[in-house]
């Protein structure tokens, strides 16, 4: 980082801005904006924009390095926080490839460097989150749903249905704790029926049930379809190749909850494999706030992003974010080169091309991908050409 550098990545996001239009949240009047800086990630908050000419002169005059505004709505946005008067918050989620548990290219890459199939990774995350989760068991629909690229290497969704905005904390809490996998009780999913004065039955979960009961034995189903799959979960071979011959009668008496005509000894650990299979890889996300803290700030879509230069560029739709590629999609200084000293092991593959690694070297690069080195600390901008 340099006094030289700061400016020209500055002059790039200034320009940016006062060519951006339609930056302004829904209600933008009762948002909450914060805005960080080269040596601040959030080095202001409290400000709010009556406007969407009052936003837009105030990016294109400061050209914040970072822009973050509010999940919450309020009535007195740019208040103190007892001050501001909470009227409701969206419900949002934050998957970053970050945190994503083994992923196998990040201890080649460490975790300062992000690479396609990090992003690759955590879009994947996303289409879970909304598919297996969002939709079927809470029912929103897709329209109800804002997906952005976070502008480094993950995603955001936001959700501002009515129904979502007076949610609690704890009910936050809840959500995410669902659907980041707290383990579920799984002796709570079984009880036993009496057949007759002799005999009992064990029942359990069906694949149409709701929640983690239906999302289980629908993924027990699928697994029965093959020997390997039923052994992977760690089923003994005996009882796999039993539910294997007989898998018609599986499916059959598990679509009705009848766990008594399928003996598998490990029950338990055999259901947590089924479950961690199906839970969004986040590590430990649930401590994190991003959808428990109604007050949060996060990054505004379509704004740049101040460790990389792309674009938080909103995705339009789920069918739109299947063939989005980011490093092509949101590069935004796409206008001319500049001069870096630069020293970076990595392979950039940005709008296309690939770049280095460098090993201490003058290089005259494309502006994106010289502003995308610098900010990851890699690169000095020594002349802007
Ligand atoms: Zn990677």
């Given at each position: 980082?340099?006094?030289?550098?700061?400016?020209?990545?500055?002059?790039?996001?200034?320009?940016?801005?006062?060519?951006?239009?339609?930056?302004?949240?829904?209600?933008?009047?009762?948002?909450?904006?914060?805005?960080?800086?080269?040596?601040?990630?959030?080095?202001?908050?409290?400000?709010?924009?009556?406007?969407?000419?009052?936003?837009?002169?105030?990016?294109?005059?400061?050209?914040?390095?970072?822009?973050?505004?509010?999940?919450?709505?309020?009535?007195?946005?740019?208040?103190?926080?007892?001050?501001?008067?909470?009227?409701?918050?969206?419900?949002r989620f934050d998957i970053d490839?970050?945190d994503?548990v083994?992923?196998?290219?990040?201890?080649?890459?460490?975790?300062?460097?992000?690479?396609?199939?990090?992003?690759?990774?955590?879009?994947?995350?996303?289409?879970?989150l909304?598919?297996?989760f969002?939709?079927?068991?809470?029912?929103?629909?897709?329209?109800?749903?804002?997906?952005?690229?976070?502008?480094?290497?993950?995603?955001?969704?936001?959700?501002?249905?009515?129904?979502?905005?007076?949610?609690?904390k704890s009910a936050r809490e809840e959500i995410s704790s669902y659907i980041f996998g707290n383990e579920?009780?799984?002796?709570?999913?079984?009880?036993?029926?009496?057949?007759?004065?002799?005999?009992?039955?064990?029942?359990?979960?069906?694949?149409?049930?709701?929640?983690?009961?239906?999302?289980?034995?629908?993924?027990?189903?699928?697994?029965?379809?093959?020997?390997?799959?039923?052994?992977?979960?760690?089923?003994?071979?005996?009882?796999?190749?039993?539910?294997?011959?007989?898998?018609?009668?599986?499916?059959?008496?598990?679509?009705?909850?009848?766990?008594?005509?399928?003996?598998?000894?490990?029950?338990?650990?055999?259901?947590?494999?089924?479950?961690?299979?199906?839970v969004i890889n986040q590590g430990n996300r649930i401590d994190k706030g991003v959808t428990n803290d109604?007050?949060h700030?996060?990054?505004?879509?379509?704004?740049?992003?101040?460790?990389?230069?792309?674009?938080?560029?909103?995705?339009?739709?789920?069918?739109?974010?299947?063939?989005?590629?980011?490093?092509?999609?949101?590069?935004?200084?796409?206008?001319?080169?500049?001069?870096?000293?630069?020293?970076?092991?990595?392979?950039?593959?940005?709008?296309?091309?690939?770049?280095?690694?460098?090993?201490?070297?003058?290089?005259?690069?494309?502006?994106?991908?010289?502003?995308?080195?610098?900010?990851?600390?890699?690169?000095?901008?020594?002349?802007?050409?």
């Open positions: 980082m340099s006094d030289f550098g700061n400016k020209t990545v500055s002059g790039l996001i200034k320009n940016y801005y006062s060519k951006a239009l339609n930056m302004a949240p829904d209600r933008l009047a009762e948002r909450e904006f914060g805005f960080g800086s080269f040596s601040s990630r959030i080095a202001v908050r409290h400000t709010s924009f009556a406007t969407e000419r009052e936003l837009h002169s105030y990016l294109a005059d400061s050209a914040p390095l970072h822009v973050d505004y509010s999940a919450a709505y309020y009535r007195h946005p740019a208040a103190q926080m007892d001050k501001k008067e909470w009227l409701g918050s969206e419900l490839a970050g994503i083994k992923l196998p290219c990040r201890i080649e890459h460490g975790k300062e460097w992000s690479c396609d199939k990090c992003l690759k990774a955590a879009k994947e995350e996303v289409i879970k909304i598919e297996n969002l939709v079927p068991d809470f029912g929103f629909s897709q329209r109800e749903m804002e997906i952005n690229f976070s502008g480094n290497r993950g995603y955001h969704v936001h959700i501002r249905k009515e129904s979502v905005l007076s949610l609690s579920p009780d799984y002796a709570a999913f079984f009880y036993t029926t009496r057949v007759d004065a002799r005999h009992e039955k064990q029942m359990g979960p069906s694949p149409n049930d709701g929640g983690w009961r239906g999302k289980v034995a629908k993924a027990f189903l699928d697994a029965a379809h093959s020997k390997e799959d039923l052994t992977s979960l760690g089923i003994d071979k005996t009882t796999a190749s039993w539910i294997f011959r007989n898998v018609a009668k599986v499916r059959e008496e598990v679509s009705k909850g009848n766990w008594d005509f399928v003996r598998i000894p490990n029950r338990e650990s055999v259901f947590e494999n089924l479950l961690s299979r199906q109604p007050s700030l996060m990054r505004l879509p379509n704004s740049i992003h101040g460790g990389t230069g792309l674009i938080a560029k909103k995705v339009p739709s789920l069918a739109a974010l299947d063939i989005f590629d980011p490093m092509k999609g949101a590069v935004a200084f796409r206008e001319g080169e500049l001069k870096v000293k630069v020293d970076s092991k990595y392979k950039l593959t940005i709008n296309g091309a690939e770049f280095g690694p460098y090993k201490n070297e003058e290089k005259t690069l494309p502006t994106y991908a010289a502003t995308y080195l610098y900010l990851k600390g890699l690169a000095d901008i020594v002349d802007s050409k």
